[in-house]
């Protein structure tokens, strides 16, 4: 008697709490705002349908006057504190193409899914947006993980991953365009850059999985082949929040620099712990790749105040075309919220899909790829075009100061957009680096 | 000798975060057998009441006053974790007593709910939280050895919550019915004890110090949806090394653990340090099951 | 004072008391016996609410209390002092009298400062015991300690399952005074489970033999020397 009462008593609560998570789990709404608007009706040029319904399998994504594109990120989990605002910039993207009539004539329809900071979640939806959404394109994924669980989706059923992310390069997928840097358009430059004007002596402090490990092996080479020294080489498992043991071992080491690849919630954590150790910027300059204008809301800017970091684009870049990013951002996001880096990226990436597909006239992944060869776009970041070799495309290195508004000051840049090398080909050093 | 002091110095914070996070699970495991898997997320409680005070102080309160909020904020984050610690027991903790298996799935359901909830309420990416400025900088011993304030504070502030602690197990007629139905249930119901009440405050009070520990936490650490999953496994590492029943336990198995991480690290990598005092651990149990301090009762057992 | 009526109770799926009846008049003391394992202990653990029955109803002091928790029933008068004891073993000596104090039923007295004097004046040996740990005592002290302890908050019933057994001699016949001291002062009935006639001989006044999960004999102190009593009794 007692033994039926319980099972009725905690089935009921338990697959509530089940529901309500996966509830908060998987977003399929069409946008994030109920402003966006919804797909509709008549095409503004009836020729450009025409030709589009021309062609020998027109692809289920596009139906009637819309045409379906996947957005796939973490919206929960630890890299949740990333990815929402990279949609966000993805929606917005979205939203004023269809304010300008869409791409081909068609209003773009937007399908999120939730990665969930797990990769092989990511890997799973990646498949459902392709094979059974059937879109067009996808924009998505952050670390390099999730993009490489996602790598063989694509690969196999022919899609088109839009990857917004810097990242460890030493990759070049026939299915992938990258809008984010590869390692000369960041980490390289940078490593130039403290060696000239900080020091020969470098710590390496990192998060425990794949691009803080690549980044340093590249570090590594760089340091050699430039007369640098390699004072320490530390990770932390993701996640990792004590630090104490750690910023005792950098006093040690008496490093000039401590090149920082950590990853999320323990950059929090180790920025405020080396400045209850005593330790300011000015006492030991740090260069950070993964802390950017939104990650630094998150930290406290009085931490960080006069640290250095690595991007290619800043929300103070001082280009028209920013000027209406950021207030078209804020206006429709929010006041108090930021841009960065692979917000902008990722804004970028859908606008440089609209041209490649208009200029190819088609949806069609071969046809796109084609024609996205050399697509010139005035992006926040400044100009940026897409390198037909390697499917990168060109930025501007651009180092900053962190200040105590919680804003990055730009020190240095690199002049014009570099050229994207994902796997060194152009540097000696760089020989013995794996592909 | 600076490096040893300031390491020393490192594995006994360390020792004191781990048994600030451990000590309200000590108590909803070690006393009453209930797997919470949502402890983590009482953590976060915590942390969030820190940061809504905060708040509040920022925008309603003159500047001068803003360094105040502090004390409030841990007063609030006990009182938020208890609240909503009392409101899962009586809701659900309390039909899975004795069940281990069904308490860890339904727990594990509920700190994703709370997880999600505190991603609606406050957004998903983390939030900061300005520590008081009397917490500011740190205790110079000598030159290179920093004793940083808040670390101190952490320190005292274990040291007052394992006084409370004491005072109410030992020393308080609540107190002592806990101990009552802790080591006979069964009996203790005999002689007048509601044992529902007494397993809705003593669960209620683990999950308060949770609070507390979250609050203290911001400090140093972040403040997110997802920091509960950050400790969670920690704290079941130090209440299942110590021994499941006794305080005294906990705190020595805090000790153990924080110091052997903080030697491990030095001496390796962070990645390495947290395997090898995991193996270490798992050695330890192979030689005594029950941990450091067990306590053998008839209601633990059974 | 005690009303059994025709109760069945058991462990699972076995029927341990099949329609067991009996009462207790108030200030009487009431002895249950019979051979092990006739269903005594799950008697009295259905009467303190340990156990649910399956049929049948339990009512004291006119209240049915068949559905009522085992400290709503303590709260309303019921002590019991469990075979094997049952004491608190970390709980030193004067705080598991205390504890015996949580039954009574006003708020002042439950957080009484004192240990409660009810308790101590029947056994006096416990006084120089006060702060010694309740698992440190031998046999004998823990079942003085136990009765001590469920005669704190004054109870008008007391449940005894086999007091004397496994106990030395001295201490057996201080059981035995107190409970004659108990009934001489009339204020609390007494449910005694014994397994000796010699003992509760001496010291009761109505008597129920079980056999098999049954009442199979009843009877008062003169009918006691029935042979049908030592035929239930002896193995």
Known sequence: ?435 | MALWLTQLFNGLSVSSILLLIALGLAITFGLMRVINMAHGEFIMIGAYSAYLVQKIFQSSLPQGWFDAYYPLALLLAFALAFAIGLLLETALIRFLYGRPLDSLLATWGVGLVLQQLARTIFGAPNVGVTSPSWLDGGLRIMTGVVFPYKRLFILALVALVLLAMYLYIYRSDAGRRMRAVMQNRDMAACLGISTRRVDAVTFAIGSGIAGVAGCALTLIGPIGPTIGTNYIVDAFMVVVLGGVGKLIGTAAGALGIGMLNTLFEWGSTASLGKVLVFLCIVAFLQWKPMGLFAVRSRSLDG | MLSVRRLDAGYGESVVLRGVSLDVEPGQVVCLMGRNGVGKTTLIRAVMGLLRPKGGSVAFKGEDVTRRSPGQRARRGIGYVPQGREIFPQLTVRENLRIGLEACADRKSRAAKDVPAAAVEKFPALQAMYGRRGGDLSGGQQQQLAFARALAAGPELLLLDEPTEGIQPSIVEDIRDVIRSIRAEGKTAILLVEQSLEFVRSVGDRFYIMEKGAVVWTGGKEELDDPAVTRYLTV
């Open chain 1, 1 to 435: 008697m007692r033994r039926r009462g319980w099972l009725k008593r905690w089935i009921v609560p338990f697959a509530l709490c089940l529901t309500l998570s996966a509830c908060g789990g998987s977003n399929n709404e069409g946008g994030a705002s109920p402003s966006s608007p919804e797909p509709s009706s008549p095409p503004a040029s009836p020729s450009a349908t025409a030709s589009a319904s021309g062609e020998a399998s027109p692809p289920a994504s596009e139906s009637g006057g819309a045409v379906k594109v996947g957005i796939i990120h973490s919206l929960s989990g630890t890299m949740a504190i990333s990815e929402v605002s990279v949609r966000d910039a993805e929606l917005l993207a979205i939203e004023e193409l269809n304010a300008k009539g869409g791409v081909l004539g068609k209003k773009i329809e937007p399908v999120v899914e939730d990665g969930a900071s797990d990769w092989p979640t990511f890997a799973e939806k990646a498949r459902k947006l392709l094979s059974e959404d059937k879109v067009a394109t996808v924009f998505g994924g952050w670390t390099s993980a999730s993009r490489k669980a996602m790598l063989p989706v694509f690969e196999e059923l022919n899609g088109l991953l839009w990857y917004p992310v810097q990242y460890e390069g030493m990759e070049m997928s026939p299915n992938i365009f990258y809008t984010g840097a590869t390692t000369n358009q960041q980490i390289v430059p940078a490593v130039d850059w403290l060696l000239e004007n900080k020091g020969k002596k470098v710590y390496l402090l990192g998060s425990d999985y794949v691009f803080p490990q690549t980044a340093n092996k590249i570090i590594k080479a760089q340091l050699k082949a430039k007369g640098g020294e390699l004072a320490g080489e530390e990770y932390t498992p993701l996640g990792h929040t004590d630090y104490s043991t750690i910023i005792a071992k950098i006093q040690a080491a008496k490093p000039d620099v401590v090149f920082n690849t950590l990853n999320g919630d323990s950059n929090v954590a180790f920025f405020k712990q080396l400045k209850d150790a005593g330790i300011s910027s000015k006492d030991l300059t740090t260069l950070s790749v993964s802390i950017a204008e939104e990650e630094a809301r998150g930290i406290g800017p009085e931490f960080l105040a006069g640290h250095l970091v690595a991007w290619n684009y800043y929300q103070t870049t001082d280009t028209p075309e920013n000027k209406t990013f950021v207030d078209s951002f804020k206006k429709k996001y929010g006041a108090d919220r930021v841009t960065d880096d692979p917000i902008e990226a990722g804004y970028v990436a859908v606008y440089l899909w609209a041209a490649a597909a208009e200029k190819a006239g088609s949806f069609d992944v071969a046809k796109v790829k084609e024609a996205a060869k050399g697509i010139e776009f005035n992006a926040p970041e400044g100009k940026v075009t897409i390198d037909g070799d390697n499917q990168h495309i060109y930025k501007t290195v651009r180092i900053g100061e962190l200040q105590a508004d919680g804003q990055i000051k730009e020190l240095w840049n690199s002049g014009s957009p570099v050229k994207p090398d994902p796997y060194l080909k152009t540097y000696d050093w760089a020989a013995g680096l794996g592909g």
